[in-house]
């Protein structure tokens, strides 16, 4: 019998496992001149900023944060922090996309304006605004050391509630360094790509795999394709493909009992050596090793 999908960013982990591993709240407490490198990062994440200078990096643009501010990034595009001054306050919310997703939720992060590549990440909310939002990451705090069975759910009610609380501001303002026909172009390849998923079932194939399949369905050259996605995301279009194949095939192989010939033809290798090969050169093992250890 074929097993339900358990749909995860990190599907080498049970469930009962991850979800802490998927959501963390704390006080900002980086040191003076500290600078987070840039690149991408694994997680959706929420900072307020309460006291100090800071400058954040996001995805080719600059945003100088001198007062209380609410700021939003997306593990699809590179960022680093810089903290100018040495008295920087506040809190950040760590959360993966499965986070929220646990209870049934199907919706994507990124079809969110706050999360859509391209978007403004930073916003500036007022003394009551930052007072209400001061208050969501103090309870977050308090409950994410609590023993309480259903500490998870109101957690992601809090998120939820910054989420929202970012979507009723106005978006501070920012010069960008790539062009909006980039950002676009970005964003509907990434939106194609997360709706060819899950794979609910061993019928199911895999329509597009490859950076010109994308090109076709979008009506641009292969080239211009991979160009806007490297600019906005600084990764080629194949590594977001390849990536995504990788993170289903992984979740595929430990929640479901479907073969290893039947995962790789619904992921779109005709051939089981073809998709062993894949699945070998990113990750290290061959797929039934991989399963052999869940």
Avoid at 25 to 54: C, F, M, Q, T, W
Avoid at 152 to 175: T, W
Wanted: charged share 20%.
């Amino acid at each position: 019998m074929t097993k339900a999908v358990v749909r995860t960013d990190t599907s080498d982990c049970p469930e009962t496992y991850f979800i802490p591993r998927q959501f963390k709240v704390a006080e900002i407490i980086k040191p003076v001149n500290s600078h987070a490198s840039y690149n991408r990062r694994d997680y959706y994440k929420v900072v307020l900023v309460l006291k100090g200078r800071s400058r954040l990096v996001y995805g080719g643009r600059d945003f100088v944060i001198n007062r209380p501010a609410l700021a939003f990034t997306n593990p699809l595009v590179p960022y680093a922090w810089e903290n100018v001054t040495s008295n920087l306050t506040g809190y950040y919310c760590l959360f993966s996309e499965s986070f929220l997703r646990e209870k049934g939720r199907t919706d994507i992060l990124q079809d969110y304006p706050l999360f859509k590549v391209g978007a403004d990440p930073v916003f500036f909310p007022d003394k009551e605004q930052t007072a209400y939002i001061t208050s969501l990451f103090h309870r977050m705090q308090l409950e994410q050391d609590t023993s309480y069975p259903y500490k998870y759910d109101l957690l992601r009610s809090c998120v939820n509630l910054l989420i929202h609380e970012g979507m009723k501001m106005q978006p501070a303002d920012a010069y960008s360094h790539h062009t909006n026909a980039a950002a676009r172009i970005t964003g509907q390849f990434l939106e194609l790509l997360e709706r060819q998923f899950p794979a609910d079932s061993p019928q199911y194939v895999l329509q597009m795999r490859k950076a010109g399949d994308y090109a076709s369905r979008l009506s641009v050259h292969v080239n211009h394709l991979n160009a806007a996605v490297r600019e906005v995301t600084g990764k080629p279009t194949s590594t977001h493909i390849n990536e995504r194949i990788i993170q289903e095939a992984r979740a595929l192989l430990t929640y479901t009992s479907w073969s290893v010939a039947e995962i790789g033809y619904c992921l779109g290798f005709e051939y089981p050596s073809y998709f062993n090969s894949f699945f070998r050169k990113h990750c290290g093992v061959t797929p039934l090793v991989f399963r052999s250890r869940r």
